[in-house]
C-alpha cells in the first residue's frame, strides 16, 4: 500500500491537473467565442479578483481593501462603457498608450530596482496606487491583444509559458547559482538564462508570422534583431513579475496569494508574470501591428 505521505501529493498533484485543466478550457473557450466586450468583463473579473489578493499581501485594512477592489472593478467596468473595445481594432489608442504606459513604466522603473535591491513593496495608498496601475494596465493589454486576434494572446502569452517552462527544467539540470535567494531560493541565474534563450528560439520561430500577423514593418535582418530583443525583455519582465509577487508574499508572511484556485495558489500567483509581459506586448501592437 502507498504510504500516507505519497498518497498526499498524488493527492495534490491530482487536485493541480483537474485544475489545470478546467482552466485552460475556460481560457480557451473564453478566448475563442467571447467578443471583446464579454472578454473584457471576464478578464475584468480576474483582475478583480487578484485585486482583493494583492491588497491583502500589502495589508489594507477591510474598509481599504474593499474601496481598492471596488476601484478596481469600477475603473475597468467605465472603460468598457465608455470606450469599448471594438473587434480587429481594440481600445482607442489613448487607453492604451496611457494605461500600459503607466504599468510598462512602473515595471521598468520601480518592479525592477524593487527586485533587484529586495525592497519590500509599499503599504497603504502607495502600494494600493501601484497595484491599480499594475492591474488596469494588464487588464487594458490582454483585452487590446485579443480584440486585435486572440492569437495574438496565445503568441505573446506563450512568451512567459515558455521563458518559466525552460527556466524550470533549466534550473534543475544546471542550476548552481542562486538568481534571487533572500526572494525566491529555488530560481536559478542558470534557469533564468535557459528562459530566455528558449523564448529567443521561439521569437525567431515567429519571424515567417509577422505579414500574416498584420506587422506593418519591414520584415528584415535590423527588425528581426529588433524583435528577438524585445522578445528577450518581455522574458525578462516576466521573471520581474514573478519575483515582485514573491516579494509581495514574503512581505505578508504567506506561501500562496489566496485560495482560489486548488492545487495553485491564488489568481496572483498564476498571472504575476502575464501581469508584467502584456503592457508592454500591447504598446508594441499598438505601434507596429495594422489593426484588422
Known amino acids: 500500500m502507498p504510504s500516507a505521505p505519497a498518497t498526499a501529493v498524488s493527492s495534490v498533484l491530482a487536485t493541480r491537473v483537474a485544475t489545470a485543466a478546467v482552466l485552460v478550457v475556460a481560457v480557451l473557450a473564453a478566448l475563442f467565442m467571447l467578443p471583446p466586450y464579454g472578454w473584457g468583463f471576464a478578464v475584468l473579473a480576474v483582475i478583480t479578483a487578484g485585486a482583493h489578493e494583492w491588497g491583502r499581501l500589502i495589508g489594507l485594512a477591510p474598509k481599504s481593501l474593499a474601496l481598492f477592489v471596488a476601484a478596481t472593478l469600477c475603473i475597468g467596468a467605465a472603460l468598457l462603457a465608455i470606450a469599448p473595445p471594438v473587434p480587429g481594432s481594440g481600445w482607442p489608442q489613448p487607453v492604451v498608450g496611457v494605461a500600459c504606459g503607466l ?8 518592479g525592477t530596482p524593487a527586485v533587484l535591491l529586495n525592497w519590500h513593496p509599499r503599504s497603504g495608498l502607495p502600494g494600493a496606487l501601484a497595484a491599480l496601475i499594475v492591474l488596469i494596465g494588464a487588464f487594458v493589454a490582454v483585452v487590446e491583444l485579443q480584440a486585435r486576434s486572440p492569437w495574438l494572446v496565445l503568441a505573446a502569452m506563450a512568451i512567459v509559458w515558455i521563458a518559466d517552462t525552460a527556466a524550470f527544467f533549466a534550473g534543475r539540470r544546471f542550476g548552481r547559482h542562486k538568481l534571487a535567494p533572500a526572494i525566491s531560493p529555488g530560481k536559478s541565474w542558470e534557469g533564468a538564462w535557459g528562459g530566455i534563450a528558449a523564448v529567443a ?17 519591414p520584415v528584415n535582418a535590423s527588425s528581426v534583431v529588433l524583435w528577438i530583443a524585445f522578445a528577450i525583455v518581455l522574458a525578462a519582465l516576466s521573471i520581474v513579475g514573478d519575483l515582485h509577487e514573491s516579494l509581495l508574499k514574503r512581505r505578508a508572511g504567506v506561501k500562496d496569494s489566496g485560495t482560489l484556485l486548488p492545487g495553485h495558489g491564488g489568481i496572483l500567483d498564476r498571472t504575476d508574470a502575464l501581469l508584467a509581459a502584456m503592457p508592454p506586448v500591447a504598446l508594441a501592437t499598438l505601434a507596429f501591428v495594422a489593426p484588422t
Not at 103 to 109: N, R, S, Y
Not at 207 to 215: D, K, N, T, Y
Request: aromatic fraction near 12%.
Open 103 to 110: 504599468a510598462t513604466l512602473f515595471w521598468i522603473a520601480l
Open 201 to 217: 528560439v521561439y521569437a525567431a520561430l515567429l519571424v515567417p508570422l509577422a505579414s500574416r500577423a498584420g506587422v506593418n514593418t
